[in-house]
């Protein structure tokens, strides 16, 4: 399903939640809603559910294949929904939880007992929990808790899935572990996908496109890489990593602004030509894949300089916390006051 939404502006009461969305999502594509808490994530997902509709104060609109579902209620718009706390019923087992849906279609449209029973056999393998059919929900893990509630939600054939925060209340390492999979399954699938998280890797892991929204309003619509390498603005860059802020005071007067992420500097010797700047090694963080170094400049302690170097990078240098040491940028990023890169 190709979704599109026009010149979406959503009130509630003076508030404006929503502020001239214009969106095109890619039949098959996973697209992930990336942005603060507050910025209108939800309000988006939950518009094009029909979950919220535009009302008299409001204006836009939103297409399924070319079709204004404006007035389609949630059970029209053939949509799956996946919850951060999806409640799955307690009293039932993992197969009717999945069965759920099958079971209460009208009875022209209902699949036989046994056909109902072979495709929930098909989900539960496709979402690996082949062998948990009678358990109850109280008795499965919260990841595997919501692999359940995605399957319940593919179990209807819904030609979109709209997804929010569905990994949040888990644990890093099986959120990573899900993510991973939940791609995967989304790429054989096939399936129109919307995405609401305000987890910047999870979005860079896992999207094909990623639209970074602020306060009501769309900042950048772009790949993982686009967003991650040529951010937009200031807002894009901050919001997308740990970044770096320079200032260079031009001949004129007027002073040049650089923003450089961590990874884009390196250590050099204190009277290095190339260095930009003198500083202090004030932290060193060797746990992880990088290792993270904090500086200070040498005239001005507050001035914090985040550096990110891979283990062998950091070795070949022998660096300590004291050590007065040069910094070099292997990429600069100028922004004009206002006006993006
Ligand atoms: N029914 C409502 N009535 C009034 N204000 C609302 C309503 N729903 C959302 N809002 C407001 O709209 C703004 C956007 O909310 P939304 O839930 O879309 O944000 P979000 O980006 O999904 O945030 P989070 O990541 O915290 O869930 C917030 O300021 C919120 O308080």
Redesign the pocket.
């Known amino acids: 399903m190709k979704i599109e939404v026009k010149n979406l502006t ?1 009130h ?2 003076n ?1 404006v ?2 502020e001239n969305i214009d969106l095109d999502i890619v039949e098959g594509e996973l697209l992930a ?1 990336l ?12 518009m094009i559910a029909g979950l ?1 509709t535009v009302d008299e104060t409001d204006s836009g609109e939103i297409l399924f294949n070319g079709i204004d579902v404006g007035t389609k209620n949630i059970g029209e718009r053939d949509i799956g929904f996946v919850f951060q706390h999806y409640a799955l019923f307690r009293h039932m087992t993992v197969f009717e939880n999945i069965a759920f849906g099958l079971r209460v279609k009208p009875k022209k449209q209902r699949l036989s007992n046994k056909e109902i029973e072979e495709k929930v056999t098909k989900l539960l393998k496709l979402i690996q929990l082949d062998g948990f059919a009678s358990r109850f929900p109280w008795q499965l893990s919260g990841g595997q808790r919501q692999r359940v509630a995605l399957a319940r939600a593919l179990a209807v054939e819904p030609k979109v899935l709209l997804l ?2 569905p990994f949040g209340a888990l644990d890093a390492k099986v959120r990573t572990d899900l993510r991973r999979w939940l791609k995967e399954l989304q790429e054989e699938l096939g399936i129109t996908t919307i995405l ?3 987890d910047q890797e999870e979005a860079l892991e896992v999207a094909n496109r990623i639209v970074v ?1 602020s306060k ?1 309003k769309i900042e950048q619509i772009g790949t993982p890489q686009e967003v991650f390498h040529n951010p937009k603005n200031e807002f894009v860059i901050n919001f997308l990593g740990n970044v770096n802020l320079f200032h260079e005071r031009k001949d004129d007067g007027s002073e040049d602004k650089y923003l450089i992420r961590p990874h884009e500097l390196e250590i050099v010797s204190f009277d290095d030509n190339e260095s930009i700047l003198k500083a202090r090694v004030k932290y060193i963080q060797l746990a992880g894949s990088f290792v993270k170094v904090e500086l200070t400049h040498i005239n001005d302690e507050k001035r914090v300089v985040l550096v990110e170097l891979s283990h062998y990078e950091f070795n070949d240098k022998n660096l300590k916390i004291g050590d007065i040491v040069g910094v070099r940028a292997r990429k600069l990023r100028s922004f004009e006051a206002g006006a993006g890169i």
Do not use: N, Q, W
């Open positions: 959503k509630f009461g508030f939640a929503l809603l942005g603060p808490s507050g910025s209108g994530k939800t309000t988006l997902l939950r919220e929010d925060e609401v998280t305000h929204i009501g």
